[in-house]
């Protein structure tokens, strides 16, 4: 394959040739682990996998066996050393072929693909004929009874002192860790005894069948047929049916106990903590419901994806108790999870999907070592801090790739910097091109939040008892880590607007006649600014919604099946201010009113996730700022209710006015229960106590204008 390396934009080049080599790298070594040139410890697998089924196998076999007569046993002892002869034969003679079908049989289920002409095949064959004479000679001693050690239910019996408690009525606490000894060397409850593998009658047939006598060793083939034609069918059918050739998981960090290997000890691990799913099984996709039948070896994709899938359907954490699900509207029960997530969700989604696997690997999440968490945690840190705001990108690069794009940005500004200096820059030049060429990776609340998230996944594997350690347990941070973290990221917080804000004021909206005199940019802002409403409230107002008390115009902040509130003591009346009164919002209000509409701005359009109007209106003002020079990050809409807030409690006034005021929580008692006195007159009172310059701000009414144009008197001392 040809690829362009955009050689005309050399930092593109460089980062593609990098990406290039990285993946003909990943080709080449995907290719070497499909052939006979792997790895040691493969082929150490592959041999330990012989042995296992073999004994198995045999195990199987006599544990269903009928009663066979002395002849039958001594018959089969023969047998044995018969075959034992056949294969210390072949090893005198470097003879590989007898060891050449269990091979294949071994590596066709382990998926690798066996060459029979590379030169370590004759060094893998050579030892698997010396394993298949340790097997045999396993086979006679066990035919006579003949044992290395006691049983582990013998061993467990003598070491125990009390009796083992039901699983069923113990109450498995919640810690990163099962409660279980699995990471010990002492045995574990053998709930699972010698269990049969799918393939281990092939393996069986492989193995050469003891001639008749030693002298003439049989052919290959016909050892073969033999030993098939000895096998039972009973044997053969329970063979094929069993299940441990499901890939065994061995926790990261833990060491296989005393007297088990890597299937009967997850066979173990599943009995003392069997699965405890208390969900409804009939809503998840049959992804989902096929990673829960796993039992263990649930992989790190499909646990985010049945974390996220169980959030579309209204469950949250705690997984280990039953819980009752948010209700899901009808036209969204078909629909995708991540488009029955919430907005904040699905970018969590949709991150966790794109970052972590490419950090961690699509393993079992069992099989994930902390440390590799702890360094896709550090290695988070470097994500651009706009990483998720261009659809387009997300389409175009992957996170990991956004990375890198930034890392080169960086090592070539730090480039320019040293050559800048060592071109004799004064420190002032310097600062410029940082200032200029920085470019912000994610704040720490970000960091904190997407890192929360995996959190979350691995407790909710913990609670269903799918794994047996929680290697995301370390994606957690106190509060005095929090702040640490702030302290040290700077000033990155909303802030109240200062004079900038008359930079919002001079520009286009404000300034040029409206197309709509409702025009939302125009209002929204101006109201967020007199009266502190935050954006959902102020673009869902109706003419309904206005009044007056006492000659005093009022505006009502209502949940209705309509509307909605952030919090109970959201739901307020607001004296409507002067300001906003002179720049003609009641006329506004009766215009709306007269034309029948329900809304001050009725051609908004709802989110389609999140169903308000602010999620589509607060895209609409950021474009706005950035297209018209006043963009400053922390300077937002909302920074307009804080600003409002802020003159509030300059003027050391009473606190329970400014709480109505603001829709805050009532601070005390008497104000939560005799508060009902502060009429609208003191409410408007302290509304005229915030004042805004608006006199650069065009009126909308041409009435208001020409009012506004008229010469005023003048007193002169």
Request: glycine share 6%; proline share 6%; hydrophobic share 40%.
């Given at each position: 394959?040809?690829?362009?390396?955009?050689?005309?934009?050399?930092?593109?080049?460089?980062?593609?040739?990098?990406?290039?080599?990285?993946?003909?790298?990943?080709?080449?070594?995907?290719?070497?682990?499909?052939?006979?040139?792997?790895?040691?410890?493969?082929?150490?697998?592959?041999?330990?996998?012989?042995?296992?089924?073999?004994?198995?196998?045999?195990?199987?076999?006599?544990?269903?066996?009928?009663?066979?007569?002395?002849?039958?046993?001594?018959?089969?002892?023969?047998?044995?050393?018969?075959?034992?002869?056949?294969?210390?034969?072949?090893?005198?003679?470097?003879?590989?072929?007898?060891?050449?079908?269990?091979?294949?049989?071994?590596?066709?289920?382990?998926?690798?693909?066996?060459?029979?002409?590379?030169?370590?095949?004759?060094?893998?064959?050579?030892?698997?004929?010396?394993?298949?004479?340790?097997?045999?000679?396993?086979?006679?001693?066990?035919?006579?009874?003949?044992?290395?050690?006691?049983?582990?239910?013998?061993?467990?019996?003598?070491?125990?002192?009390?009796?083992?408690?039901?699983?069923?009525?113990?109450?498995?606490?919640?810690?990163?860790?099962?409660?279980?000894?699995?990471?010990?060397?002492?045995?574990?409850?053998?709930?699972?005894?010698h269990a049969p593998t799918s393939f281990a009658t092939d393996i069986g047939a492989a193995v050469p069948e003891a001639p008749p006598a030693p002298d003439t060793p049989?052919?290959?083939?016909?050892?073969?047929?033999?030993?098939?034609?000895?096998?039972?069918?009973?044997?053969?059918s329970s063979l094929r049916d069993s299940t441990v050739l499901t890939p065994a998981i061995v926790p990261a960090g833990f060491d296989l106990p005393e007297g088990y290997d890597e299937a009967s000890w997850q066979k173990a691990r599943v009995a003392a903590r069997p699965p405890r799913i208390l969900i409804d099984r009939k809503l998840l996709s049959e992804k989902s419901r096929a990673a829960l039948d796993k039992q263990r070896g649930i992989t790190l994709v499909e646990a985010i994806e049945l974390y996220f899938e169980l959030l579309s359907w209204g469950y949250r954490a705690p997984f280990h108790k039953h819980q009752k699900r948010q209700g899901i509207p009808e036209k969204l029960k078909a629909a995708s999870v991540a488009e029955r997530l919430c907005e904040d969700h699905r970018g969590k989604y949709r991150?966790?999907?794109?970052?972590?696997?490419?950090?961690?690997?699509?393993?079992?999440?069992?099989?994930?070592?902390?440390?590799?968490?702890?360094?896709?945690?550090?290695?988070?840190?470097?994500?651009?801090a706009n990483h998720s705001k261009s659809e387009t990108d997300r389409a175009k690069y992957t996170l990991t790739e956004l990375i890198e794009k930034a890392d080169a940005k960086q090592a070539q500004l730090d480039r320019n910097i040293e050559t800048a200096k060592t071109g004799g820059a004064s420190s002032e030049e310097i600062d410029?091109?940082?200032?200029?060429?920085?470019?912000?990776?994610?704040?720490?609340?970000?960091?904190?939040?997407?890192?929360?998230?995996?959190?979350?996944?691995?407790?909710?594997?913990?609670?269903?008892?799918?794994?047996?350690q929680n290697p995301f347990s370390i994606c957690t941070w106190t509060k005095d880590?929090?702040?640490?973290?702030?302290s040290a990221e700077g000033q990155r917080k909303r802030e109240a607007w200062d004079d900038r804000i008359y930079d919002l004021w001079g520009s286009r909206i404000f300034q040029e006649p409206l197309e709509d005199i409702g025009e939302p940019l125009f209002w929204a802002p101006l109201i967020a600014r007199h009266q502190g409403m935050r954006m959902e409230e102020i673009l869902q107002l109706g003419p309904d919604d206005f009044g007056s008390d006492k000659g005093i115009p009022y505006l009502r902040i209502r949940h209705t099946i309509v509307n909605g509130v952030k919090t109970l003591s959201s739901a307020r009346t607001l004296p409507v201010h002067p300001q906003l009164i002179k720049?003609?919002?009641?006329?506004?209000v009766a215009q709306r009113r007269k034309q029948g509409h329900i809304r001050l701005f009725p051609f908004l359009n709802r989110g389609k996730q999140k169903d308000t109007f602010s999620a589509n209106f607060s895209k609409t003002f950021g474009y706005y700022r950035r297209t018209n020079e006043c963009y400053w990050p922390g300077l937002d809409f909302h920074a307009l209710r804080t600003t409002f807030h802020h003159d509030l409690l300059g003027d050391d006034k009473s606190d329970a006015i400014r709480c109505r005021l603001m829709g805050h929580t009532y601070v005390d008692e008497g104000d939560r229960s005799y508060g009902q006195n502060l009429?609208?007159?003191?409410?408007?009172?302290?509304?005229?106590?915030?004042?805004?310059?608006?006199?650069?701000?065009?009126?909308?009414?041409?009435?208001?204008?020409?009012?506004?144009?008229?010469?005023?008197?003048?007193?002169?001392?």
């Amino acid at each position: 394959m040809c690829f362009s390396l955009r050689i005309h934009v050399l930092r593109d080049a460089k980062i593609l040739a990098r990406r290039l080599t990285e993946l003909s790298d990943l080709v080449f070594a995907a290719d070497a682990e499909t052939m006979m040139a792997i790895a040691p410890e493969i082929q150490v697998r592959m041999l330990e996998s012989l042995a296992r089924f073999e004994i198995e196998a045999f195990e199987r076999t006599r544990a269903v066996a009928a009663p066979r007569s002395p002849e039958a046993a001594v018959s089969d002892l023969r047998r044995e050393e018969a075959l034992q002869s056949t294969l210390r034969h072949a090893l005198w003679l470097g003879d590989r072929e007898v060891a050449r079908r269990p091979l294949k049989h071994v590596a066709a289920h382990l998926g690798i693909t066996l060459d029979d002409g590379d030169q370590d095949w004759t060094a893998l064959a050579y030892e698997a004929t010396k394993v298949l004479l340790d097997v045999s000679q396993e086979r006679a001693r066990r035919q006579q009874g003949i044992y290395q050690q006691p049983t582990p239910v013998f061993r467990r019996a003598v070491s125990t002192v009390e009796p083992a408690a039901n699983p069923d009525q113990v109450r498995q606490a919640e810690m990163p860790v099962a409660p279980a000894t699995f990471a010990g060397a002492k045995a574990l409850p053998d709930t699972a005894a010698h269990a049969p593998t799918s393939f281990a009658t092939d393996i069986g047939a492989a193995v050469p069948e003891a001639p008749p006598a030693p002298d003439t060793p049989p052919e290959p083939d016909q050892q073969q047929e033999a030993a098939i034609q000895d096998e039972p069918s009973a044997v053969m059918s329970s063979l094929r049916d069993s299940t441990v050739l499901t890939p065994a998981i061995v926790p990261a960090g833990f060491d296989l106990p005393e007297g088990y290997d890597e299937a009967s000890w997850q066979k173990a691990r599943v009995a003392a903590r069997p699965p405890r799913i208390l969900i409804d099984r009939k809503l998840l996709s049959e992804k989902s419901r096929a990673a829960l039948d796993k039992q263990r070896g649930i992989t790190l994709v499909e646990a985010i994806e049945l974390y996220f899938e169980l959030l579309s359907w209204g469950y949250r954490a705690p997984f280990h108790k039953h819980q009752k699900r948010q209700g899901i509207p009808e036209k969204l029960k078909a629909a995708s999870v991540a488009e029955r997530l919430c907005e904040d969700h699905r970018g969590k989604y949709r991150l966790a999907l794109d970052y972590w696997p490419a950090a961690l690997g699509d393993e079992p999440v069992d099989e994930i070592p902390v440390d590799e968490v702890n360094d896709a945690l550090e290695r988070f840190w470097r994500v651009p801090a706009n990483h998720s705001k261009s659809e387009t990108d997300r389409a175009k690069y992957t996170l990991t790739e956004l990375i890198e794009k930034a890392d080169a940005k960086q090592a070539q500004l730090d480039r320019n910097i040293e050559t800048a200096k060592t071109g004799g820059a004064s420190s002032e030049e310097i600062d410029k091109m940082r200032l200029a060429g920085h470019g912000a990776r994610i704040s720490v609340a970000t960091y904190l939040k997407h890192g929360r998230v995996m959190r979350a996944v691995g407790e909710m594997l913990m609670d269903m008892q799918l794994i047996d350690q929680n290697p995301f347990s370390i994606c957690t941070w106190t509060k005095d880590e929090e702040k640490a973290l702030k302290s040290a990221e700077g000033q990155r917080k909303r802030e109240a607007w200062d004079d900038r804000i008359y930079d919002l004021w001079g520009s286009r909206i404000f300034q040029e006649p409206l197309e709509d005199i409702g025009e939302p940019l125009f209002w929204a802002p101006l109201i967020a600014r007199h009266q502190g409403m935050r954006m959902e409230e102020i673009l869902q107002l109706g003419p309904d919604d206005f009044g007056s008390d006492k000659g005093i115009p009022y505006l009502r902040i209502r949940h209705t099946i309509v509307n909605g509130v952030k919090t109970l003591s959201s739901a307020r009346t607001l004296p409507v201010h002067p300001q906003l009164i002179k720049l003609g919002l009641l006329k506004l209000v009766a215009q709306r009113r007269k034309q029948g509409h329900i809304r001050l701005f009725p051609f908004l359009n709802r989110g389609k996730q999140k169903d308000t109007f602010s999620a589509n209106f607060s895209k609409t003002f950021g474009y706005y700022r950035r297209t018209n020079e006043c963009y400053w990050p922390g300077l937002d809409f909302h920074a307009l209710r804080t600003t409002f807030h802020h003159d509030l409690l300059g003027d050391d006034k009473s606190d329970a006015i400014r709480c109505r005021l603001m829709g805050h929580t009532y601070v005390d008692e008497g104000d939560r229960s005799y508060g009902q006195n502060l009429g609208i007159e003191k409410l408007a009172k302290r509304m005229e106590s915030v004042v805004v310059d608006i006199s650069m701000i065009r009126r909308p009414f041409p009435e208001d204008r020409e009012e506004n144009s008229k010469p005023r008197l003048q007193v002169v001392g």
